[in-house]
């Protein structure tokens, strides 16, 4: 049988099949390496948008003010490393922050139901600190609330609502007589939603709910009593 030949310029390739396509494999190359760019790009924008994301943080506080079905005072003292609540130790008394809160991101946003976190809040704090319990949303005319607002709602760039967070003191004697302070750092975890991705930020309010069962011991202090529920 005679053997294969090919023209000048061109090779035969090891099977047997004819001359290499030069030209083919050029192309194949070609289409390869345009593949490649486009997933690599397509990923990189996946990295950068995930990392925007991650860092993505449109929610901060405002103003603050507090309510107490028990004895409890607003402390101003050296003392005390962030503005603080000194509360009564009194099981299942309530203590209601009213919070503005602020969108101080490029672009809006939807306020979700805060149910999941608020649950994954207290199965983190011990059971004698003081459990947030329900939470409701109304809309800021100024500085005051006016009617309430259902999740889930849209929070356009600078734009404000206000959030009435109640919650309970802990279980007593859990960790022995309060006769000490016994505080709670508060950081409101709020549910949001941008670009149909839902993410959970951790809102922080500089103030510490401390409980107490001889809130006295701390009344030579600059105090201001809350007002009641």
Same mark, same amino acid.
């Given at each position: 049988?005679?053997?294969?030949?090919?023209?000048?310029?061109?090779?035969?390739?090891?099977?047997?099949?004819?001359?290499?396509?030069?030209?083919?494999?050029?192309?194949?190359?070609?289409?390869?390496? &345009?593949?490649?760019?486009?997933?690599?790009?397509?990923?990189?924008?996946?990295?950068?948008?995930?990392?925007?994301?991650?860092?993505?943080?449109?929610?901060?506080?405002?103003?603050?003010?507090?309510?107490?079905?028990?004895?409890?005072?607003?402390?101003?003292?050296?003392?005390?490393?962030?503005?603080?609540?000194?509360?009564?130790?009194?099981?299942?008394?309530?203590?209601?922050?009213?919070?503005?809160?602020?969108?101080?991101?490029?672009?809006?946003?939807?306020?979700?139901?805060?149910?999941?976190?608020?649950?994954?809040?207290?199965?983190?704090?011990?059971?004698?600190?003081?459990?947030?319990?329900?939470?409701?949303?109304?809309?800021?005319?100024?500085?005051?609330?006016?009617?309430?607002?259902?999740?889930?709602?849209?929070?356009?760039?600078?734009?404000?609502?206000?959030?009435?967070?109640?919650?309970?003191?802990?279980?007593?004697?859990?960790?022995?007589?309060?006769?000490?302070?016994?505080?709670?750092?508060?950081?409101?975890?709020?549910?949001?939603?941008? &670009?149909?991705?839902?993410?959970?930020?951790?809102?922080?309010?500089?103030?510490?709910?401390?409980?107490?069962?001889?809130?006295?011991?701390?009344?030579?202090?600059?105090?201001?009593?809350?007002?009641?529920?």
């Amino acid at each position: 049988m005679p053997e294969t030949s090919a023209p000048a310029g061109q090779s035969v390739d090891d099977a047997g099949e004819g001359p290499v396509r030069r030209g083919w494999i050029t192309r194949r190359r070609a289409i390869w390496g &345009l593949v490649i760019g486009i997933v690599a790009a397509a990923v990189a924008v996946l990295l950068a948008g995930r990392a925007w994301l991650d860092g993505f943080r449109p929610l901060a506080a405002g103003q603050l003010d507090a309510t107490s079905s028990t004895d409890a005072w607003e402390v101003d003292s050296f003392l005390f490393d962030n503005r603080a609540l000194l509360v009564r130790n009194e099981y299942g008394a309530t203590v209601t922050l009213h919070q503005e809160i602020h969108n101080v991101g490029s672009r809006g946003i939807e306020i979700l139901d805060p149910g999941p976190a608020l649950a994954d809040w207290r199965e983190s704090n011990a059971p004698c600190a003081w459990q947030p319990v329900r939470a409701r949303f109304f809309v800021m005319d100024g500085e005051v609330a006016t009617r309430a607002l259902e999740v889930p709602f849209d929070l356009e760039p600078g734009k404000s609502f206000m959030l009435e967070l109640t919650g309970r003191i802990g279980e007593p004697g859990c960790d022995g007589p309060k006769s000490a302070y016994v505080g709670s750092e508060i950081n409101i975890p709020l549910r949001f939603g941008v &670009l149909g991705i839902s993410r959970t930020q951790s809102v922080p309010l500089d103030l510490m709910i401390w409980e107490t069962d001889e809130p006295e011991r701390g009344l030579n202090l600059s105090v201001r009593k809350l007002e009641a529920d």
